[in-house]
């Protein structure tokens, strides 16, 4: 479990916006949360309004009652200022997209297990796909802020339906790394799925990947775990799941992970929120 202190608080919507199509990107004021988090974190939100003067009805005000994880995609820690990217992909999503500037949103967090860092001399490979690039744009920020590996050593693979829903590819162009696009409906970059993309970059380029990361589609990151297996490359998985309590308590998130070093044994049950969502690329059976 973190050592890194958990914290709750009514942060304030600086802005909240779509950048595709039904695509958003909300910044929230959350200093204790902004300090703390590292790449691969996530927190829970309470997606209706809660400030102290709404005018909501009791029961709105927490309508869905569970709280939604999301990634943290950025952060700015000299403002106490962290950002999320998120789809609508149901009710509370939609609630999310409706929150306006001045509102409050109550968060939960940094929660789960950070990713590993890059390191310098240790090329890497992010694959991500949809909404699964919010932990890598977290990590490249972070890794560039630092200094802890060029950015050289860095390439992403954003894949996506198609070309609107690549928001924040930009973002990676910007820190200078390696970016390679792919859509299922050709509209930009490599037509097809980003894990042929992947395979192709590994034949093309095999010295910019001595470690992977993946986030997206459960089948996007079982077909990295192939790929990973094959080659002989380390790395890791971030999850993306059902989170009821986000805390350890509730048991609705545990995956099944092989035992380290006896894959024929019987597996044993992880909490997505607690010990992931980030796992070690082999160890989590998708
Ligand atoms: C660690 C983690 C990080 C995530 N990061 C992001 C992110 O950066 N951006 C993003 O867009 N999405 C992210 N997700 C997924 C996001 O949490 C779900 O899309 C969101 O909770 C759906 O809420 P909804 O009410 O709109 O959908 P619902 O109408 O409730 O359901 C739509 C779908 O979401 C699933 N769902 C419902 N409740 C939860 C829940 N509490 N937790 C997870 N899934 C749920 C349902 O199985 C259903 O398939 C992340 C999930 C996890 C676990
Ligand atoms: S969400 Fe409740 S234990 Fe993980």
Redesign the pocket.
């Known amino acids: 479990m973190s050592t890194i202190p958990i914290c709750q608080c009514n942060a304030e919507v600086l802005s909240n916006r779509e950048i595709g199509p039904g695509l958003y990107w909300i910044d929230l004021l959350a200093p204790d949360i902004t300090r703390h988090a590292l790449p691969g974190h996530?927190v829970h939100l309470v997606?209706s309004d809660v400030s102290e003067d709404s005018s909501r009805q009791t029961w709105l005000r927490h309508t869905?009652l569970?709280?939604?994880?999301?990634?943290?995609?950025e952060r700015d820690p000299d403002n106490g200022v962290f950002g999320?990217?998120?789809?609508?992909?149901?009710?509370?999503?939609?609630?999310?997209a409706m929150r306006r500037i001045g509102e409050r949103v109550n968060v939960l967090g940094p929660?789960?297990r950070p990713l590993e860092p890059m390191r310098s001399g240790r090329p890497a490979i992010m694959v991500a796909g949809?909404?699964?690039v919010?932990?890598f744009l977290s990590l490249a920020q972070e890794t560039v802020r630092d200094s802890r590996a060029s950015p050289e050593e860095m390439t992403v693979l954003f894949g996506a339906a198609t070309a609107g829903l690549l928001s924040g590819e930009e973002k990676f162009r910007e820190l200078g790394l390696h970016v390679k696009l792919a859509t299922d409906d050709g509209s930009a970059g490599y037509h097809g799925l980003v894990t042929s993309l992947l395979e192709r970059e590994l034949t093309l380029s095999p010295d910019r990947c001595a470690y992977l990361y993946a986030c997206g589609p459960t089948p996007m990151m079982r077909r990295c775990q192939e790929i990973a297996r094959d080659e002989g490359i380390a790395g890791q998985v971030?999850?993306?799941?059902?989170?009821?309590c986000?805390v350890g308590v509730c048991m609705a998130?545990v995956v099944p992970c092989v035992v380290p070093g006896d894959r024929s044994a019987p597996p044993r049950y992880e909490r997505?929120?607690d010990t992931?969502?980030v796992f070690d690329m082999q160890e989590v059976v998708l």
């Open positions: 996530f997606v869905p569970l709280r939604r994880p999301f990634s943290i995609a999320l990217i998120y789809r609508i992909v149901g009710g509370g999503t939609e609630i999310l929660l789960g949809g909404v699964g919010a932990p971030s999850l993306e799941g059902i989170m009821p986000g998130c997505v929120c992931g969502p």
